[in-house]
């Protein structure tokens, strides 16, 4: 009976816990995406051929996340079920390791940006998963379904399905909730103030560079100002060209300040500039600093005395009220 509660108890736990994992990371895949490309880089897993895929990896690896954290709830399929978290949290569990270890990996991104552990602090975190899920393995019978009939199985493909679609829609727009210290409301120049705890602030690389100098700290003073983010030309979606010419347009119009922000060559955004007929000169700003600012390529965001008023992807612009 004893063993009978203990094992109930861990499968809420470690479906809770593999629900809210996924789930921080489903709304925001872009952001997994750019943690296994630091995984897989030269100067840490030195496996640089599997970046081009870490996209569909990160989705893979997010929604499998979630859906046996549903799966063991329901007890659906449960030997299935139990062996997958327990070979899930090993990779899991290597990567940690791996990353405190040799101080690779500061942080494994295992909850997104919702909520940030230290290398080691996460490891000892799997250590703790990976008995609950021992224990589920070897009690696996006490897994049972807590729904008769097909009833696990309908709620399996249904949480599927509306994992696949919120993925869609995030990739397609921008994240459903953003996390990050430059999500709307937050205050950039707020996130760049040191507190009494000595942590180095959430916003420490914000820097707008023309030839002469940093604008940021003007720019932050401001109020009406449209940033178009492009944080490397390269990659950028050329469908988006157009509506950002237009959003722009209607921004100046309006009395904005406009700026295109980019860490790639200022010859390149030059030409860029005429071939695209746009109207705004470009800034410089550090890559890793713009994909955190906004998960699009490229994308516009709205400051007004700092604070972000306003974010969209270039799909949707036009619903941009200036």
């Given at each position: 009976m004893i063993l009978k509660i203990i094992t109930q108890i861990a499968r809420?736990?470690?479906?809770?816990?593999?629900?809210?994992?996924?789930?921080?990371?489903?709304?925001?895949?872009?952001?997994?995406?750019?943690?296994?490309?630091?995984?897989?880089?030269?100067?840490?897993?030195?496996?640089e051929f599997l970046i081009p895929y870490t996209l569909p990896f990160a989705i893979l690896l997010i929604i499998a996340e979630i859906l046996l954290g549903v799966m063991v709830l329901i007890g659906y399929k449960p030997k299935v079920t139990v062996w997958s978290l327990f070979l899930l949290t090993l990779v899991f569990l290597f990567l940690t390791w791996y990353s405190a270890f040799y101080n690779k990996v500061t942080d494994c991104g295992c909850f997104g940006d919702a909520v940030k552990l230290s290398a080691w602090g996460t490891f000892?975190?799997?250590?703790?998963?990976?008995?609950?899920?021992?224990?589920?393995?070897?009690?696996?019978?006490?897994?049972?379904?807590?729904?008769?009939?097909?009833?696990?199985k309908v709620i399996t493909f249904l949480s599927l399905a509306g994992f696949l679609f919120i993925t869609q829609h995030v990739l397609t727009h921008l994240p459903l909730i953003d996390f990050r210290a430059y999500a709307i409301g937050k205050n950039i120049s707020e996130g760049m103030e040191y507190k009494d705890d000595g942590e180095i602030p959430p916003v420490h690389d914000f820097m707008l560079e023309n030839e002469q100098a940093d604008l940021a700290p003007e720019l932050l003073k401001k109020e009406k100002v449209m940033l178009v983010i492009i944080y490397d030309l390269e990659k950028v979606d050329v469908n988006g060209f157009p509506a950002i010419k237009?959003?722009?347009?209607?921004?100046?119009?309006?009395?904005?300040?406009?700026?295109?922000?980019?860490?790639?060559?200022?010859?390149?955004?030059?030409?860029?500039k005429?071939?695209?007929?746009?109207?705004?000169?470009?800034?410089?700003?550090?890559?890793?600093?713009?994909?955190?600012v906004i998960r699009a390529n490229p994308g516009v965001i709205i400051l007004d005395k700092g604070t972000v008023v306003e974010k969209k992807n270039w799909i949707d612009t036009e619903d941009i009220e200036l």
């Open positions: 809420v736990l470690v479906g809770a816990l593999f629900i809210f994992s996924g789930f921080v990371k489903l709304v925001d895949p872009i952001g997994s995406k750019y943690k296994f490309q630091e995984y897989f880089s030269e100067g840490v897993l030195n496996m000892y975190k799997n250590i703790v998963l990976i008995a609950l899920i021992i224990i589920l393995v070897i009690k696996v019978e006490h897994v049972k379904p807590i729904f008769k009939g097909k009833i696990p237009e959003v722009t347009t209607r921004a100046k119009e309006k009395g904005y300040t406009v700026y295109g922000v980019s860490a790639s060559f200022t010859d390149d955004l030059i030409l860029a005429e071939k695209h007929n746009l109207p705004f000169d470009f800034l410089f700003c550090d890559e890793t600093t713009l994909k955190t």
